[in-house]
T-cell receptor
């Protein structure tokens, strides 16, 4: 079993839909959780950062961490065509160890 | 968010030459930087961890003599691909992590450098 599992998609949704992106992981030591958005031929852009469990909201984006289930989610409300990108989850046990990345989910929001 | 600058954004070189890529943290100090490699439609693969003032830590399977990493200051790390070959053509991305304060652990990426070796 890989440390971090993420469905690669592709995922296609109509504009305005609520998008749910998920990752599961096996290492119970993970404490830092992040979501990145990567457009083609660009470096990843940090979207959400969460330490330990709980929810975090920023505009149209909500990140959830359920450590008991080893499951994290990113929700995008009122999705826009500009949200079309690859979304990567990433996590690590501490603040100075390398992140372990999921494979990324390709999202297409159709106008 | 914090800014990480990477240069050059793309480079084409002849086989056998060396290429240097720079990674700078512009508005924070980074004692640790990470170098990743990404092939088309693949996820990020960690190559090495660059530590300011000490030797880099390489991941298994990454040749340290081929991918030279220097982290001379708290804001600059460089990756040199030595004697580049076509199979080294890839997208190289650096990242830097905020080490202190409320946002400890946040990792920011540069824009990436696309290397094409002819």
């Amino acid at each position: 079993q890989k440390e971090v599992e993420q469905d690669p998609g592709p995922l296609s949704v109509p504009e305005g839909a609520i998008v749910s992106l998920n990752c599961t992981y096996s290492n119970s030591a993970f404490q830092y959780f992040m979501w990145y958005r990567q457009y083609s031929r660009k470096g990843p852009e940090l979207l959400m950062y969460t330490y330990s469990s709980g929810n975090k909201e920023d505009g149209r984006f909500t990140a959830q961490v359920d450590k008991s289930s080893k499951y994290i989610s990113l929700f995008i409300r009122d999705s826009q065509p500009s949200d079309s990108a690859t979304y990567l989850c990433a996590m690590s046990p501490s603040g100075n160890t390398p992140l372990v990345f999921g494979k990324g989910t390709r999202l297409s929001v159709i106008a | 968010g914090a800014v990480v600058s990477q240069h050059p954004s793309w480079v084409i070189c002849k086989s056998g030459t060396s290429v240097k890529i720079e990674c700078r943290s512009l508005d924070f100090q980074a004692t640790t930087m990470f170098w990743y490699r990404q092939f088309p439609k693949q996820s990020l693969m960690l190559m090495a961890t660059s530590n300011e003032g000490s030797k880099a830590t390489y991941e298994q399977g990454v040749e340290k003599d081929k991918f030279l990493i220097n982290h001379a200051s708290l804001t600059l790390s460089t990756l040199t691909v030595t004697s580049a070959h076509p199979e080294d053509s890839s997208f190289y991305i650096c990242s830097a992590r905020i080490g202190t304060g409320r946002n400890t652990g946040e990792l920011f990426f540069g824009e990436g450098s696309r290397l094409t070796v002819l």
